[in-house]
């Protein structure tokens, strides 16, 4: 979404499903307007909130982000934020709950979320190389992959009730 100043970000949209209607949309954007990033993945939680992920160049504090559509952002960071399922679930615009940026060195924005029973939320994300990692509800890091797949572009991936996980990519 491009703004009168040029800048693009991006925005969080509820949706009705009854008739598709717009509920609210929320931008989420920062005062610095030399920060880069872009938002590529969004899943439910169990308690009714959501979770939007993507890439930011810098940490930035969770209400202070601003995206930028299309792709991948050079030398960006995996991010996360929550939005609660009380402010999911109203009709006005929704405050962030937590954001987690990857502050590892590695590079590349997250690919996919996925939730799994236990509330564990599973990212993907890379850019010539892809790391898996597991954060808690609360948006901790549990564990990550590190280097295991170097060379390796993965794009998405899914979670069953018993905590088995596949991937692909190319």
Not at 67 to 86: D, H, L, P, T
Not at 143 to 169: E, F, I, K, P, R
């Amino acid at each position: 979404m491009l703004e009168e100043d040029g800048k693009a970000k991006i925005f969080m949209s509820k949706i009705n499903a009854d008739d598709g209607a717009i509920v609210w949309t929320k931008k989420v954007n920062s005062n610095d307007a030399s920060l880069n990033a872009s938002a590529e993945t969004v899943a439910f939680t169990s308690d009714g909130g959501f979770l939007v992920g993507g890439g930011v160049d810098s940490i930035i504090p969770a209400g202070e982000m601003r995206f930028k559509s299309g792709g991948q952002v050079e030398e960006s960071k995996a991010w996360i934020c929550k939005v609660s399922a009380s402010q999911a679930a109203g009709d006005e615009e929704p405050e962030i709950e937590w954001a987690w940026t990857n502050s590892d060195g590695r590079q590349g924005n997250a690919k996919a979320i996925r939730v799994d029973s236990s509330d564990n939320i599973f990212t993907v994300a890379g850019a010539a190389s892809t790391t898996l990692y597991k954060l808690n509800s609360s948006g901790v890091v549990q564990w990550d992959t590190g280097s295991d797949y170097n060379d390796m572009q993965l794009n998405d991936l899914s979670v069953n009730s018993d905590g088995t996980m596949a991937m692909v990519g190319h």
